[in-house]
Each structure stands twice: as structure tokens, then as C-alpha cells.
């Protein structure tokens, strides 16, 4: 889906940021987010979705990748295991059919 991302943030307040940071698996492009501002807003969500966009946005520019962020994003709680499966289940089954979008190009 080269037109837009999904994600599944998962919040625990059992570790730090730090912690959380070094628990995940390096993208196969190698991107390293930076966290500047992380000192100052440690924790937020806000915070983190930036730095993820900035990183993004680096990685466009020195790759000569014409890039644009849409200016707002959909946020929604998921409080129960099975809303999580079905929203799992909708990311899967949407890239499978990311052919039929109307941005689809071979």
C-alpha cells in the first residue's frame, strides 16, 4: 500500500520508551528513528507517530522518492481482543487487495 500505512501501537506503562525502543526489529531498509524531542515529551504518542514521519520523510529525500504526509490521521482504542483480530484481519485482507485501489499501479 505505497499510498498509506496501518498501524497497531501498543501502549504498556510496565517499561520505558527506552526499553520498548530496543525490543523492536530493524526495518529491512534500515531507517533509524530519531528521537529528539522524546526527552522533553517522553511517552507521548504525538512524539512518536513525528519521529516516525520524520524518519520516513529523510529516508524519501535521500532516495529521491517524491513523498507528501497527509496532513491528518485516524486514531481509534482498541479495548477488546476480538476488535483486535478483526482490525488485524482488515490490514492483512487489505494488502492482499491492494490491487483494486484506485492508486494501484503495476
Known sequence: ??????????????????EKRNQAKSPPYNIQ??????TAQKGRLSTVIGSYKAAITKYAYQNNITFAWQTRLFEHIIKHQEEYNAIAEYIQNYVARWYLDKYYKQ
Open 1 to 18: 500500500m505505497p499510498n498509506h500505512i496501518h498501524a497497531l501501537v501498543f501502549i504498556s506503562g510496565n517499561c520505558s520508551l527506552k
Open 33 to 38: 528513528m530519531h528521537y529528539a524531542n522524546a
